[in-house]
């Protein structure tokens, strides 16, 4: 029986995977911002005002695509935002809803836990880390699609 390889596309191909996008009131927010830098500028020239509006909004949205996570789980790995560890160290796996997931952000957050939290999704899911040479006990996340992600993780595909 020969082993699988591991850089095969099977392998590599996403069992899950979402952006975790900002929510619409917070890119009216960002229209919001841009606009309001008209005012910074009118005194000294209308023009002037309107080019830095339109400057801080390209800025703005640059910066928010920019920052946007993904959470990524393929056969071998699990990415979230800038953090990626192989599955086989992955433990147990729970979402967390609605008083759930705000308790999981606050009071019984653990400090040494890796955080990928957005304000705007409310669901969180929990992945604890079984490396023994890694001191993070587990790592929370937002996700928008809880149920989805615990089955993509938990599954033994």
Partial sequence: MSTP??????????????????????????????GASVLVFA???????IIAAIVVGIVLA??????TPRIRVTRMEL???????ERRFVG???????EAATEQRGTALNALAFQCIRGWISPVVRIEITDEMDRT??????????????????SKD
Avoid: M
């Fill in 5 to 34: 390889d591991h850089q095969s596309s099977a392998y590599l191909e996403p069992l899950y995977e979402e952006k975790l996008w900002p929510a619409l009131w917070i890119w009216a927010v960002a229209a919001c911002v841009a």
């Fill in 43 to 49: 005194p000294i020239n209308i023009t002037t005002g």
């Fill in 62 to 67: 640059v910066l928010l695509l920019l920052s």
């Fill in 79 to 85: 990415e979230v935002g800038r953090a990626r560890i």
């Fill in 92 to 98: 147990g796996v729970e979402g967390f809803l609605d």
């Fill in 137 to 154: 006990p587990y790592w929370i996340t937002s996700t928008r699609h809880p149920e989805k992600l615990v089955s993509a993780l938990t």
